[in-house]
């Protein structure tokens, strides 16, 4: 992972120093709350339904053991003992003080932590793949580049009061696993016919109220011109970006109403004023940053260790090697899935306690490195395989060994009315009802990979557009109702959701789960079709007839 | 999105003024001298739309105490026991309607 | 509403003239951007300086035959939540050269104005009174920067090439 130098350390020392100050300036009244909002809210702070909420960056989803024990202590001493990961890759804590605020930040720096624009008008923490750096698909590590353009966005003086939030992501696999084509800036890496990588761009995707696929503007751009061209973009956006409606104020509307080739061409002019000026990548600068990466002194290792072989034949084990270890590129290694789903809890939720064991298992046995997925899940990279069962154990003990990663119960779910003071409906307690339904493990395999998505309202934290299925709560008469959505997708094939029919109240959200799922069995062309595809082959009318036919 | 915040006023019924407290978020309501209380109970009830105007532009005078003062309905019970009004302020007065991690 | 510029409070020589109000002669004046741009053939013959209120929905580059003339030109934060006026800024310092007073004025906090600073403002029409005293450490609250600006201060990127050889890191 990155390690931070002395540079790095001073900015967010100096980062919360200034939010300390501001802090004070309106405890005493000095800062209205209107002046204060967005300076709280570009520190990572929301006010909820009843407590300030605190969101913590973790750029690229990479953490150290010794910042997920400072989570730990956080969620300890300024928090109720626990913290959710979230979609972008970040983690919230609930409960925290406003008058505590400054000390809780001071604590995170010490590990490097903070949160700097994990919300408010500005550029969020940049994602990408959460199996960067250990993918076996990958055509390189994305996180460098993550990580320039990390430095690039962070307190960039023209873009920190931009028109509304702006989100990137990045991808250097073969399989997207960073949603690029709903991102502001998407950016995928290719390799090119002379053997050079570059980035293809993608702009103005993005869920929320008015989703949009992104449109490519660049198929090729060479990495040189990386930050230069990201500069132009965003320019652009900030001149003609609209202020006006905040509803029509995000990236997505401007490359609509101009057009993506109208916007391209924009982009084009202006990047053609700045491409070879000061951002232009010099070969050196990249070294720099590569070389701040720390990666593993892997052993020389043979895949499918006898301790492995023997281990197959404890039924329970098979059933969560199977499902929640992946192939790592280092021969003898795999990549280990953390469920932060269990039956009948809070999706993407962990404990202090689970934090800390976490860590320590990290250290033990994933060279000290944990990453967070946009699926609200965990996973340690760099596990050798021989040391799996042990492993499996310990997560066992801790509850985060729940054989579902990818399946019907690993939902992913923004917070919801429980805490959140935008939300309509909740989100928790629908996903805690949707994994006691489909408790039968056997149950959830036959149904297979299936990706729930609820958001509590229509600002679509929970991603609901592009859920397989995609649940959205909206609030019908002071009741809430859920609207389904079929057939929604992230990977390479983007799509965005269709309509199943009209909105169930909360007492029937999770039989019509249980119905689409009942419906999928019965319609899928063999066993291996994928819910997704059968949903794309067949349409949603079937499921729609067998759904509302008894409602 | 609707947020109470954002809404028009038009008072039904019984409403009370509630906000979070700066310092830590806490929910507050307005009490009838003028201080802002964890306790329901003790909340100014009004039951007409200017009665709720005045007693919001009192709130709204304090700039440090609370934050996003707004009318929030409540319902009477036959003891005239202050309920919170709707399934939002129920959670607000309460907290989430799930078990909380590691205390469930 | 206090004028701040070199980190020190200053009096405003400029004049303001409203509409089509008679520009005084002999004082330094600012127009609105219209009246500015209708009299530009005359406003060039006079002796005292010319200023302009630039608002931030139009193109700066329409500025640009003016700018070696002009003494000021005055751009609008309509609240300070609106940073459209930054990318103005750095365009009318980086890419059309001008040496002028940059004026950031509307709403502003001294929590802004570095980036202000940075972005190629060098005189602030500050919002608050309080915000004045505060202005200089305001802007030395970095001592970091990650990416070049307007300000021409190194970004991070090129300072950590140009230090010594550092130990590996720890």
């Known amino acids: 992972m990155y390690i931070y130098d002395d540079f790095d350390r001073t900015l967010v020392q100096e980062r919360v120093r200034e939010f300390g100050d501001q802090v004070n300036r309106r405890l005493s009244g000095e800062l209205t709350e209107e002046e204060f909002k967005p300076l709280r809210l570009m520190n990572g702070v929301y006010l909820q339904l009843h407590a300030y909420m605190l969101r913590i960056a973790i750029p690229y989803g990479t953490l150290s053991s010794d910042q997920m024990r400072m989570l730990a202590h956080v969620a300890r001493r300024y928090d109720r003992n626990y913290g959710h990961f979230t979609t972008r890759q970040n983690i919230q804590f609930n409960w925290i003080k406003l008058k505590e605020l400054p000390d809780a930040m001071a604590d995170l720096a010490r590990a490097g932590l903070h949160g700097m624009q994990t919300s408010g008008n500005c550029v969020r923490n940049v994602t990408t793949d959460q199996w960067a750096g250990v993918a076996p698909d990958e055509i390189e590590d994305p996180r460098i580049w993550a990580e320039l353009l990390r430095q690039h966005l962070t307190l960039h003086p023209e873009f920190s009061f931009l028109p509304r939030k702006f989100k990137v992501a990045l991808t250097a696999a073969a399989h997207d696993r960073a949603a690029v084509k709903i991102h502001d800036i998407g950016l995928r890496m290719h390799r090119n016919g002379a053997g050079e990588t570059g980035f293809e761009v993608i702009v103005g995707g993005g869920l929320g109220r008015t989703p949009f696929i992104g449109k490519t503007i660049k198929p090729f751009l060479p990495k040189r011109d990386l930050l ?50 000061p951002l232009a990548l010099d070969p050196a600068v990249v070294a720099d940053i590569a070389a701040r990466f720390r990666y593993p002194q892997y052993e020389l290792l043979a895949d499918n260790p006898s301790e492995l072989a023997r281990a197959r034949e404890d039924n329970r084990f098979r059933l969560w090697l199977d499902n929640s270890v992946t192939n790592h590129k280092v021969a003898g290694y795999a990549i280990v899935t953390l469920s932060l789903k269990p039956e009948g809890g809070p999706p993407g939720d962990a404990t202090a306690a689970q934090m800390d064991t976490i860590a320590e298992l990290a250290d033990r046995y994933s060279h000290g490195e944990i990453r967070v997925g946009h699926e609200q899940n965990l996973a340690l990279p760099h596990v050798a395989q021989r040391d799996l069962p042990t492993l499996w154990r310990a997560l066992d003990g801790i509850g985060v060994a729940t054989p579902n990663v990818n399946l019907i119960s690993d939902i992913i779910a923004c917070p919801g009315l429980d805490y959140c003071s935008l939300a309509n409906a909740r989100s928790i307690p629908v996903a805690e009802e949707i994994t006691r339904r489909f408790r039968d493990l056997d149950l959830a395999r036959n149904v297979g990979p299936l990706h729930i998505n609820i958001s509590g309202c229509i600002n679509a934290c929970g991603h609901h557009h592009i859920g397989h299925i995609g649940i959205l709560g909206v609030e019908k008469n002071g009741e809430e109702y859920y609207q389904v959505t079929l057939g929604g997708r ?39 079709e994928l819910f997704v595809d059968t949903v794309q082959r067949v349409g949603v009318d079937p499921f729609r007839e067998r759904v509302y036919a008894a409602r | 999105m609707t947020s109470p915040l954002q809404q028009k006023l038009k008072v039904t019924g019984p409403v009370v003024v509630t906000a979070n407290r700066l310092g830590d978020g806490a929910v507050v309501y307005r009490a009838a001298d003028g201080t802002w209380t964890k306790d329901l109970a003790v909340a100014v009830v009004v039951t007409t739309t200017p009665a709720a105007l005045e007693l919001l532009a009192a709130a709204t005078t304090e700039k440090v105490a609370v934050v996003d003062a707004y009318v929030a309905p409540v319902e009477l019970t036959t003891q005239q026991q202050v309920l919170p009004g709707n399934l939002r302020e129920r959670i607000r007065s309460s907290g989430p309607t799930v078990a909380l991690p590691g205390q469930g | 509403m206090p004028l701040v510029k070199a980190g020190r409070i200053v009096e405003d020589r400029f004049v303001r003239v409203v509409d089509d109000a008679p520009v005084p002669d002999g004082a330094a004046a600012i127009l609105p951007a219209a009246r500015f741009l209708a009299d530009a053939h005359e406003l060039v013959l006079r002796q005292a300086p010319i200023g302009v209120v630039w608002p931030n929905d139009r193109k700066v580059a329409e500025l640009a035959p003016y700018l070696d003339w002009i003494a000021l030109v005055a751009l609008v934060f309509p609240n ?10 750095r365009l009318l310092r980086e890419r059309y050269h001008f040496r002028g007073e940059l004026r950031a004025t509307g709403q502003i906090l001294r929590d802004q104005c570095l980036f202000l600073q940075r972005a190629g403002f060098d005189a602030f029409e500050l919002t608050k009174a309080a915000d004045a005293p505060a202005f200089v450490a305001a802007v030395q609250r970095y001592s970091v920067f990650y990416q070049p600006a307007a300000d021409g201060r190194a970004s991070t990127l090129t300072a950590r090439l140009a230090r010594v050889p550092q130990h590996s890191p720890s």
């Open chain 1, 490 to 528: 992230a990977d390479d094939s983007a799509e965005l959701g269709t309509i199943l029919g009209p909105a169930v109240p909360y007492a029937e959200i999770a039989d019509v789960v249980e119905d689409i799922a009942t419906a999928y069995l019965e319609l899928r062309a063999r066993p291996g």
């Open chain 1, 228 to 277: 230069s061209y990201v500069e132009a973009i965003m320019r652009t956006y900030n001149q003609y970006g609209r202020r006006d409606n905040i509803y029509k104020a995000r990236m997505k509307i401007l490359v609509h109403e101009l057009g993506a080739e109208k916007f391209a061409g924009e982009v084009e002019e202006e990047w053609q004023s700045i491409k070879d000026g």
């Open chain 3, 80 to 89: 300070f939540r609106d940073g459209c006026a930054y990318s103005q800024a």
